[in-house]
């Protein structure tokens, strides 16, 4: 079965250019993740999707950033204008439910990430 | 607010040796907690998780992890390492069955022949 795919594995951009960066979720999974990784922050979420509808965006920085989810089996994360502290890794998550407990099937399932550079 | 702290950014052990990373978590009611591991370019994984049943937590690739109340603590051993171990692990917390992760700032594993 394919995991979560991500494109582009790596980006290098300008400053004040438009980055969107993508997602395709693994078959099934209802729950859709964006987490951005850092040296000074660690993992830190971003915004997570149930069904296509976005429910936390709390962790998203400020307005420069956007993310849809069109359908159950894309998303993308969007950077509009980027600057140089948009530097990181961005994961794309999914799992099949919201639930961590043992009863539940609940884990993250992680792309293998796109890295940004914004010179 | 729940959050976990790893101690150690970097730990180096010789390939047979003991594994110890070390996680506490800060939660006024017994959380659920996690390690996830990644390898080199890849995304992160489940290694194990601690969801309120047995205190010792047996996880993929030999790994195993002790819920420890008292300490606040979620410590991740192995007995032996072995080089293909060599990645970054991070411990995880939640504070109920379905409130988002949140995650230590990682430890990376060194294993040295």
């Known amino acids: 079965d394919a995991g979560v795919i991500q494109s582009p594995r790596h980006e290098v951009t300008e400053m004040g250019q438009e980055v969107t960066l993508r997602c395709k979720p693994i078959?099934?999974?209802?729950?859709l993740f964006w987490y951005r990784q850092t040296m000074m922050r660690g993992l830190e979420l971003l915004i997570y999707?149930?069904?296509?509808?976005?429910?936390?965006d709390s962790g998203m920085p400020e307005d420069r950033f956007s993310a849809k989810m069109p359908n159950a089996s894309f998303s993308t994360l969007k950077i509009q204008p980027s600057e140089p502290r948009d530097s990181a890794v961005y994961f794309c998550?999914?799992?099949?439910?919201?639930?961590?407990?043992?009863?539940?099937?609940?884990?993250?399932?992680f792309g293998e990430g796109s890295r940004l550079t914004v010179l | 607010a729940q959050s976990v702290t790893q101690l150690g950014s970097h730990v180096s052990v010789s390939e047979g040796a003991l594994v110890l990373l070390r996680c506490n978590y800060s939660?006024?009611?017994?959380?659920?907690l996690f390690w996830y591991v990644q390898y080199p370019n890849q995304g992160l994984q489940l290694l194990l998780k601690?969801?309120?049943?047995?205190?010792l937590v047996k996880g993929i690739n030999g790994f195993e992890a002790e819920f420890k109340k008292s300490e606040t603590s979620f410590h991740l051993t192995k007995p032996s390492a072995h080089m293909s171990d060599a990645a970054e692990y991070f411990c995880?917390?939640?504070?109920?069955?379905?409130?988002?992760?949140?995650f230590g700032k990682g430890t990376r594993l060194s294993v040295i022949a």
């Open positions: 998550a999914s799992s099949p439910e919201y639930r961590w407990d043992r009863q539940s099937t609940g884990e993250l399932f």
């Open positions: 078959s099934g999974h209802d729950y």
């Open positions: 999707f149930n069904n296509n509808v976005p429910i936390d």
């Open positions: 939660s006024s009611v017994p959380p659920y």
């Open positions: 601690y969801t309120s049943a047995a205190t």
């Open positions: 995880a917390v939640s504070l109920s069955g379905n409130t988002p992760l949140v």
